[in-house]
């Protein structure tokens, strides 16, 4: 059972919270609970309407996918083939796995009914009959809980060959992975779902045309599904001015050297500052900011005094970094940032899937650059080159994966270059948070 | 069809090909690759074959993006250079220094890339990653060197899609990944992979370490291990002769042929080259007092002239045996000679010992390369064992055998013949049980070592070519037959093989209309009569 | 508990029977035998493949490249102890020695009674909860060294 924190799902003063509504009732994940408040009701309406009707409230509402990429979900949907033989499935990426997210967990955890509730209503839209969720293989009690949600759903037919009695048939699979944050990435997923190594696939063929088992198939994210049903709930236009934000409420996870860190709720477009001092209390001890990490640590640090920018994906991307899975990470003063980008580094070469030569390569040699050089042992043109390795896995590899290896390399020394020289020089940070080096 | 530019030139190609398909078929650039084989399907893994395209914002690899009308492809381009640059530094960074001790070097398409596309200054400057298995044998042909891999996977979709026996997979991740089997490689074309790999990563066991491949004189020809009829390419030393003494032919490799056998060949082909240079008969030799002594083949060819005039008094008391070892051209003359001019009594080409496995892929059951042409040439004729049995029973005076050991009917059918049957005369290339008993020894060239013609299961017409010298004394069996033809009074004027082949294209429907010149590239289909396969039935390989 | 895969068939089908083709199934027939008999052995590898029909080659390929498979026997409580950004930041390498002390083994090793193993995991995405562990499947959040002592004492 995981630690309760007081500090989740919070979302600010008078606006009602949304996808992170029942993230602190007792027993949500049951079923009985969430029925007495009209869990399930939406879904109900929804397939007793047509489908074009929730793709439409889908596509008002602008709805962006909240895994990463942030890929318009309507438009993402229309890629579908209007005429094929083939069965459509809808996967939900519940392979949560950038450092510094974790709000997918709540909604697995503690809100489950939620998800199977967008699903059902997703799958309708897109005229699927079968829903893969594929979770984390280390979310051991998320499973355990979406499984048991899952099964009660069925119980009362919400699930199955008939669902509400509409003779619309919505099947859902819970499949757990096994340690790979590479299946993350939707193709790797489907890959990963049929039983092989998680490596992502050549596109094109995308996933809409040729997917899971080579057939048409949406991948959409935790979040991004809940949100369906949530829109479908509150109405787009309801939904989108949640807060006064861009597109309405979004969940930000929050961690690192705030006071109170944790899974909040907030409008989308809210600044980075307000997320931290408004909302997470501030850096622990009154500390000062040295840097913050945005949206999961593939994302480009941001200085202290670049934390007013609006947290959504226009105006992260016009800042230079991203929104991605929207995980911020703050770091204080003391933190070391060729500390920082040996931990980075560690986690990309540990998570490579090895198959194509830029990444697979150059995350092994960029690991033990920055390895070397927090021994002591670095030299300056160890910067450049790993500047280098960084430039060149960017836009030569099957995925994504290398852009996100490569980022944090180039913006932590873009932006600190100056620590990272006198590392260098003097062969030890200056001062700074020193735990013990363990050598690999 | 789409019209589309490559590096300044316009071509029209057809719509749907990749942008490596339009490169290869229209010859006037190259890009290089590890991961593409057009055997294979796509992997797109190695990243190396990047090329910039007009309009696209990076490069894209060439061998999964597909051509469209007005696309301009540019090879060379800056952009396209520095790529390929980029990914060959990153191939090349955890390649272990090797060459020195590694086969591959001289095909090896690491150095040949970096001379062509890389030559740049190593920025890599850390230990590299070790890993389990180096110089490991994986199964009784290949040797597997995982540092060297470049995880290209061409190996495992060999045998996931090829050979269907997976046997290779690729463990771990990031650049802990690794090639391996899962238990061992052995299934029957697993030569293949050395070929396949790009790298010195498998490499045969067989030719480890014999010569470095730029001492190769190198021969197109077609293997005869079965009618499927592969075709090879005949390695041999060359520039070295002290090397290795006796042994000329290094190493058989597949040569393409789309109709054929595509790029592979099996491992009961590719590791039969020993019989060219082992064992062979070396010299011309005839029993005198009871042991074989060395001659000349003017004594010989003299001897054999006497034996041939006596049997041409009673030809009916004289067998011919031969065998579809030999190429069109030999069988050709044999039977013009022995069938046609002298009239023995019994020819005989072929016996139940030539039937073996058969797969659905390349290796048939006949395992000799031109049983097509030898039906076609002969006609009907009886079983080699018919004219054993009479030679058994006393029905033979004479027994002139092309290259057939007859031991294979029993280990004391030999004496019985000695004691039976008065004189035998014996031509063939390796030495048995049938040549140590002949009165008169004709050493024959090997495959490999004369032109000539085979005909396939399926009616093709392909081209051997004359590899190495025969050994020693040996001479084409064609030319020892126009001599023995000339010892009776019949002069043929063939200087060539080819020109016995036009001889026979002359006399022989099936054959008629073909032309060496004509066989070019991948042989011929003839219009003579194969067990069931025409020209626009699915021939080849699959 | 299984004792042996046969006693894993029923499980077997009932799993293949939620998946639209048979290796599908490969991931979760993979967790169902390391959970009843602790690691993959070659054995389960072949059983896996029979009931997939995925070739034993791939199921190793699978068994190999993610993280959670163990091909040698790890502790009855195995720990994953997160390794990544926000657990680091807040000391969480610190934690990890300590933890090294208190069992007497160091990261990668088991401990001689076959009680406790530690293995260092990359982001476990708890991360509001760093520094933290999960042990056995189950997350532990806001670790101290006190907290670490406690739930490694009352481990069985």
Known sequence: MSAANANYGLAPAGLEPVVSRYFNLPDAWKIETVLKLGAYETAKKALAGKPEDVLKVVMDSGLRGCGGAGFPTGKKWSFLPKDTKKPIYLVINADEGEPGTCKDRYILERDPHSLIEGIIMSCYAIKSHKCYIYIRGEYVLPAARTQAAVDEAYAKGFLGDNVFGSGYRVDITVHRGAGAYICGEETALLNSLEGKRGLPRLKPPFPAVVGLFGCPTIINNVETIASVMHIGRMGAENFVKWGGGAIGPHLYSVSGHVAKPGVYELPMGITLRDIIYTHAGGVRGGKKIKAVIPGGMSAKILRADEIDVKMDFDSLKAAGTMLGSSGVMVMDEDVCMVKALLYACRFFAHESCGQCSPCREGTGWALKIIERIYRGEGRLEDLDTLLSVAGGMEGRTICVFAEAAAWPIQSYIAKFRSEFEDYIKSGKSAGRDMAAAHAH | ?542 | MARQLSDLDTQAQAILAKYDQKGAATLTLLHLAQDHLGHITPEVEQWVSKWTEVPPVHVREVVTFYSMYHRKPVGRNHVLFCTSMSCMLNGGDKLLCHLEKKLGIKRGETTKDGRVSIEEAQCLCNCEGAPMMSVAGEYHTDLSEKKIDQIMDGLK
Request: with cysteine.
């Open chain 2, 1 to 542: 069809m789409a019209n589309i530019t490559i590096d300044g030139k316009q071509y029209t190609v057809k719509d749907g090909i990749t942008i490596i398909e339009a490169i290869d078929q229209t010859k006037g650039s190259d890009v290089p690759r590890y991961c593409y084989h057009p055997g294979l399907s796509i992997a797109g893994n190695c990243r190396v074959c990047q090329v910039e395209v007009e309009k696209m914002p990076r490069t894209v690899i060439a061998c999964n993006t597909t051509v469209a009308e007005g696309m301009v492809i540019h090879t060379q381009s800056e952009k396209a250079k520095v790529s390929q640059k980029v990914v060959l530094e990153f191939l090349l960074a955890n390649h272990p220094l090797d060459c020195p001790v590694c086969d591959q070097a001289g095909e090896c398409k690491l150095q040949d890339y970096y001379m062509e596309y890389g030559t740049y200054d190593p920025k890599f400057n850390e230990n590299k990653v070790k890993k389990t298995k180096k110089a490991v044998a994986i199964g009784p042909t290949i040797n597997l060197d995982q540092e060297r891999c470049v995880l290209c996977s061409r190996c495992v979709r060999f045998t996931d899609e090829i050979t269907k026996t997976h046997e290779f997979g690729i463990f771990d991740r990031g650049d802990h990944a690794k090639v391996d089997v899962y238990s061992e490689l052995n299934n029957k074309y697993s030569g293949n992979v050395a070929d396949i790999c790009p790298v010195g990563a498998l490499t045969d066991r067989d030719f480890r370490f014999k010569m470095r491949v730029w001492y190769l004189a190198k021969k197109k020809s077609v293997c005869p291990g079965c009618s499927r009829g592969c075709n090879i390419s005949i390695e041999t030393e060359n520039s070295r002769p002290y090397h290795l003494k006796k042994e000329r032919v290094m190493r058989l490799k597949p040569v393409e042929n789309p109709d054929v056998n595509k790029w592979w060949m099996c491992d009961d082909g590719r590791y039969a080259y020993k019989s060219i240079d082992a064992g062979r008969i070396e010299k011309v030799q005839v029993r005198k007092a009871g042991k074989l002594e060395e001659t000349t083949w003017e004594n010989a060819l003299a001897a054999a002239g006497q034996i041939l005039t006596e049997a041409a008094s009673n030809p009916g008391r004289w067998a011919f045996i031969t065998s579809p070892q030999h190429t069109n051209e030999e069988l050709f003359l044999q039977k013009k000679f022995f069938k046609d001019a002298l009239k023995v009594g019994k020819t005989a080409y072929a016996w139940s010992f030539d039937h073996g496995f058969e797969d659905n892929f390349l290796i048939k059951a006949d395992k000799n390369p031109n049983t097509a042409g030898a039906s076609e040439i002969f006609g009907a004729a009886e079983d080699i064992s018919k004219v054993v049995d009479a030679a058994k029973r006393g029905e033979i005076d004479g027994l002139i055998i092309f290259g057939r050991d007859l031991a294979r009917y029993g280990a004391d059918t030999l004496a019985v013949l000695r004691a039976k049957v008065k004189t035998i005369l014996y031509c063939g290339v390796n030495v048995n049980a049938a040549s140590a008993v002949a009165d008169l020894v004709l050493p024959a060239a090997s495959y490999a070592e004369l032109d000539g013609t085979f005909t396939n299961f399926e009616g093709r017409v392909q081209r051997i070519r004359k590899a190495i010298e025969p050994m020693q004394d040996a001479r084409p069996s064609w030319k020892i037959v126009q001599d023995l033809a000339a010892g009776q009074g019949m002069i043929w004027k063939n200087k060539r093989s080819e020109d016995v082949f036009a001889a026979l294209a002359a006399e022989s429907a099936a054959f008629k209309g073909l032309t060496y010149a004509g066989l070019e590239p991948h042989g011929k289909i003839w219009s003579g009569t194969t067990a069931g396969a025409a020209e626009t039935a699915s021939a080849g390989a699959r």
